[in-house]
């Protein structure tokens, strides 16, 4: 298929690689980038197939700025949720195309292991599984995809666990241990999924690659930016040091404040997500969010 990846960080560069072992791809960011098949934004958007993977907090005015519809389909490949407006990727992309031409990539995937070709699994959801499958028929041969129709599930998987990872790194930094660990994770996975619900996503799309699986891995390595900012919170380091030592993007740190505005306003009990918040947004002490968390 004719490609183009939007997006060269991380995951962007990583899926220029993947999908460019079975296809045409190009690739194009908004800073110009030495990369064999860079190209400008106008030769990206006459590709039939895009992969959007610019950070989820700059997807809507990227796609306000930039987007011409030319009947493209797009492969989303960002994770999170809009903080300004509470909204998910799927809400601000309908407001461009139509939900058939549109498709959303999760799973357990860093991007270091993607770039190295190591074997990974990843789920495709679409509410056009013909669509689904297409992309992840022309996925490289390390990489198995699975195909899905919950959109939902899959967008609050993606999102949610890089809140969870945070929380998870907050842990392992404050030395509490393998069973501390283990029981916020399966937690998480809990409220991961009461939230989903709460939206029409389907619990079992919770133990699924999108869900169990990304989380399990996010929230249980260093490899994760989610995760390492939960290790400068344990270390008492204020966010705005955490994020410059990081130098990448950090879905969960707006996600939660994200997740703490839906909490309020539709009144859902996430615990964990509310602590996270308390930490990154309000300072609180991560002694002090272990403590309520186990009250
Ligand atoms: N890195 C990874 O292992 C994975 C990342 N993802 C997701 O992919 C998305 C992108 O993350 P990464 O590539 O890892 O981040 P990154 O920090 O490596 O790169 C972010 C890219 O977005 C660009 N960018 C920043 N602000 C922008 C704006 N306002 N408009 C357009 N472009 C802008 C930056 O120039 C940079 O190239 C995130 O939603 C992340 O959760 C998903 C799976 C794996
Ligand atoms: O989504 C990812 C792995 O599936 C990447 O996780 P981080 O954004 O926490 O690095």
């Not at 709460?198 to 619990?203: D, I």
């Not at 994760?224 to 040091?241: C, I, Q």
Request: proline content about 3%.
């Amino acid at each position: 298929m004719k490609m183009a990846i939007i997006g060269a960080g991380k995951w962007g560069q990583a899926l220029y690689h993947a999908y460019s072992e079975n296809n045409e791809v190009v690739i194009h960011s908004r800073t110009p980038r030495n990369i064999e098949h860079f190209v400008s934004l106008g030769e990206a958007l006459e590709r039939e197939y895009l992969v959007m993977a610019i950070p989820a907090q700059f997807v809507r005015h990227w796609m306000e700025e930039n987007f011409v519809d030319k009947g493209q389909k797009i492969l989303v490949a960002a994770k999170g949720i809009e903080t300004s407006t509470g909204a998910f990727l799927n809400d601000i992309f309908t407001q461009f195309l139509p939900p058939e031409r549109l498709a959303y990539i999760s799973g357990p995937s860093f991007a270091a292991e993607v770039q190295k070709s190591l074997p990974t699994a990843l789920m495709i959801s679409s509410t056009n599984l013909s669509l689904a499958q297409t992309f992840a028929d022309h996925l490289p041969s390390y990489i198995k995809g699975y195909v899905d129709d919950d959109v939902v599930g899959a967008e609050v998987s993606g999102a949610y666990k890089n809140v969870i990872a945070i929380a998870s790194g907050v842990c392992d930094g404050l030395g509490l241990g393998n069973n501390a660990r283990a029981a916020l994770i399966s937690r998480g996975l809990v409220e991961m999924a009461r939230f989903g619900k709460s939206f029409g996503a389907r619990t079992e799309t919770f133990l699924s690659l999108g869900g169990a699986g990304d989380l399990f891995l996010t929230a249980s390595s260093r490899l994760s930016r989610n995760y390492r900012v939960g290790l400068g919170l344990a270390e008492g380091k204020d966010m705005d040091t955490i994020l410059k030592e990081l130098g990448e993007v950090a879905e969960g740190v707006p996600t939660a404040k994200a997740l703490h505005r839906i909490a309020q306003e539709k009144g859902i009990y996430l615990p964990i997500a509310e602590e996270v918040y308390a930490m990154i947004e309000e300072g609180k002490d991560p002694h002090e969010s272990v403590h309520d968390l186990l009250g």
